[in-house]
């Protein structure tokens, strides 16, 4: 007889959803997270997008630390010089189904691990889970220092590394460019500041996303989000690219927050935290096996992330697929059969949700990002061109198309008619 | 059976302090609770004497939110806990909590080993453990870096600035240990998942056989700040000038001021 129904591995977004729906349902369930506490070793940028929670427990948002609901979403294009914004606002994003928060990690995770606790799962942190229990080559459990614990089937929600996915067989090393690397500052300013340099009402958050210098023109981006009393800022830029710049991340992230487009936002703040991490963004293209027998694997394990330059998600996708492998897990309870012949109806449940929906629909979308660099330099220096043009009078005007006819045969107008269609049928 | 008590105490970690640069204040709000570092090792040291004599190992603490230590505490070895939770401890002294200990180890009972550590992360007074022996009136053996326990007589290593002192005592007695003691491990998931099935006693002021009044602070903290650093703030390269001249620039300062 095992010690549990099911192990969860992290008490991430994936796990701690999982636990909680078997809980629920009455399994019993450990969760092991490696963290002092759920959410200490977790980054995102962060923006969570309700709906998938939102599912699970209805109006999680009133009693969850969330930090803002977004209701301005922007846009930048940077150059060393310039900086081109849009910024779009809508109450339409007041909807709870379609509703974001800004989130901080620390303060949510907990929150949701506590949910799972509450349900009845016993949720241990500190708590590493250095191997995978096998008898007679079958998954058993988990070994966690000198402690050997076993259960029917083992759950990994380890994050984007996954060792214990690598272990099992179930996924490869990661390639350099399916990851990215993010580092972010949190910088604290009050919440009446943010507020007023933002145009945001109390409780409202803004979320803007920065292309062009930034990443040095590398495949990547910047990013700043509102908390409540705070910013995230940050940078994210694909390791292969990183991996062969001169430049460090670091670095580019000091430049980011004095960059002209940024320093008037961040002013009287000061940096209260920094992390970084690695992002999975190879889309359908890193999934691992996803389900064998006695394993199933989740969240950024999974490689449940999906970055569209305007939409950057993986959080919901967690949720979405943490639900999913409870699901599958109370099915093989009740029959009894945790092998891949029942565990296997999580592929199944993926491909009919909006995770494995995603993925295929934007299964272009990496490939696309990866190989049009034009979108990290050229594209931000036309826009700037066309732009100081329209703005600027020192002398006779000229007509509009005369004006950005030649920064658009600069770029290559047959480039950019190709990109914008290969772009609209990716992203 | 005799019981060996390990006094710990609930501290704030210190890890997320904030300092208020203007006022040089602490702001402790960001903080978490833990069990002070140095009376982990002293748990430890607990664990060692119930396995070489038997005994009962009891854990007892006090002060404001100190039922949530419970868990922790167990999670280390013990076999059960007794806490005094009470808002009213908030800001109890030295002298106070030497005597609500005390009163708590008696009313605990049977017990012939107290164990308490040097001090404690937050004001490291070192006061608690002598203190607790004068009231019991016991031996007090302080500064402990080795304990070997043969049914009631104990033999003790203690580090002191000239050397080590090493004494024989009888139990009943008091251990002050020091973190050479022995290393606490990091307690495993089976660790955690049995301390839930331990029990956990909630005492109130009265079992210590004092009154909330006799508690009350005879000290009081009128202040804590951050300590100032001041700093020259001087640039060696005000206007750009070249690295080796800000390095000679450097070099000179410095030597001027004796310090290279």
New interface residues.
């Given amino acids: 007889m095992a010690d549990y129904d099911a192990i969860v591995v992290g008490a991430g977004l994936s796990g701690s959803t999982a636990a909680y729906c078997m809980a629920k349902a009455g399994l019993s369930v450990l969760v092991v997270e490696r963290g002092d506490a759920a959410g200490t070793k977790n980054v995102t940028g962060g923006r969570l997008y309700a709906h998938s929670l939102e599912k699970i427990i209805p109006g999680f948002a009133d009693e969850a630390p969330v930090e803002r609901k977004v209701v301005r979403e922007r846009i930048s294009m940077v150059t060393d010089e310039s900086c081109f914004t849009a910024d779009f606002s809508s109450s339409r994003f007041q909807n709870p189904a379609s509703a974001s928060y800004t989130v901080l990690r620390a303060e949510f995770d907990p929150w949701l691990a506590g949910k799972a606790e509450e349900a009845g799962c016993d949720v241990v942190c500190p708590a590493v889970a250095d191997e995978l229990l096998r008898e007679n080559g079958k998954i058993t459990g988990i070994k966690a220092g000198d402690d050997e614990l076993t259960a029917e089937v083992v759950l990994l929600a380890d994050g984007v590394n996954s060792l214990l996915a690598q272990k099992a067989g179930l996924k490869k090393e990661l390639s350099p460019h399916h990851v990215a690397v993010g580092a972010k500052e949190v910088v604290e300013l009050s919440s009446g500041i943010i507020n007023d340099r933002f145009n945001l009402n109390e409780g409202e958050g803004l979320a803007q996303l920065f292309a062009g210098s930034p990443s040095r023109g590398m495949v990547g981006g910047g990013f700043l989000y509102t908390n409540k009393t705070s910013l995230c800022v940050g940078l994210v830029v694909t390791v292969a690219h990183m991996a062969k710049s001169p430049d460090r991340l670091p670095d580019m992230l000091e430049s980011f927050r004095q960059s002209a487009a940024l320093k008037p936002l961040l002013e009287g703040g000061k940096i209260i935290e920094y992390s970084a991490h690695l992002v999975p963004e190879g889309g359908i293209h890193m999934i691992p096996t996803l389900s064998a027998d006695n394993v199933l694997v989740l969240g950024d394990a999974a490689g449940f992330c999906l970055n569209l330059g305007f939409t950057v998600r993986g959080m919901d996708y967690a949720i979405g697929s943490g639900a999913l492998a409870a699901e599958t897990v109370i099915e093989a309870k009740q029959k009894g059969d945790f092998s891949n012949a029942v565990l296997c109806g999580y592929q199944t449940r993926l491909e009919n949700s909006f995770v494995m929906q995603d993925m295929r629909t934007h299964k272009n979308a990496p490939d696309f990002i990866e190989h049009t660099p034009r979108m990290f330099k050229e594209y931000p220096e036309l826009v700037e061109n066309i732009f100081a043009d329209m703005f600027t009078v020192s002398g006779p005007s000229k007509l509009m198309l005369k004006k950005a006819l030649p920064y658009v045969r600069k770029a290559g107008l047959l480039n950019l008619m190709l990109d914008g269609f290969k772009g609209s049928r990716a992203l | 059976m005799k019981k060996i008590a390990v006094c710990y105490k609930w501290v704030l970690s210190d890890t997320d302090i904030?300092v208020d640069e203007k006022t040089r204040s602490l702001n402790m709000e960001k903080c978490k609770y833990q069990v002070n570092e140095y009376d982990r090792n002293g748990l430890e040291c607990g664990v060692q004497i119930k396995k070489a004599s038997g005994r009962e190992l009891v854990g007892i603490t006090l002060g404001k939110d100190t039922a949530s230590s419970a868990k922790d505490a167990l999670s280390r070895g013990l076999d059960s806990v007794f806490y005094l939770d009470d808002a009213a401890l908030a800001d109890i002294d030295k002298i106070g909590a030497a005597k609500a200990l005390a009163g708590m180890i008696k009313k605990v009972g049977d017990v012939d080993v107290v164990i308490c550590s040097e001090a404690s992360s937050d004001d490291f007074a070192q006061q608690t453990g002598p203190r607790i022996a004068a009231l019991l009136g016991w031996p007090s053996v302080s500064y402990a870096t080795k304990v070997e326990v043969n049914g009631d007589s104990f033999t003790l290593e203690r580090k002191l600035d000239d050397g080590i002192e090493c004494v024989s005592v009888a139990a009943p007695l008091v251990i002050t240990i020091s973190p050479e003691v022995g290393e606490a491990p990091?307690p495993?998931?089976?660790d955690?998942?049995g301390a839930?099935k331990k029990p956990a006693n909630a005492l109130a002021i009265g079992d210590t056989g004092l009154s909330a009044d006799a508690l009350k602070p005879a000290s009081a903290i009128v202040s804590v700040l951050a300590p100032e650093t001041s700093r020259k703030r001087q640039r060696m390269n005000p206007d750009g000038v070249s690295l080796d001249q800000a390095a000679a620039a450097l070099v000179k300062e410095l030597s001027q001021a004796g310090i290279l």
């Fill in positions: 904030r990091i495993g998931v089976k955690i998942l839930k």
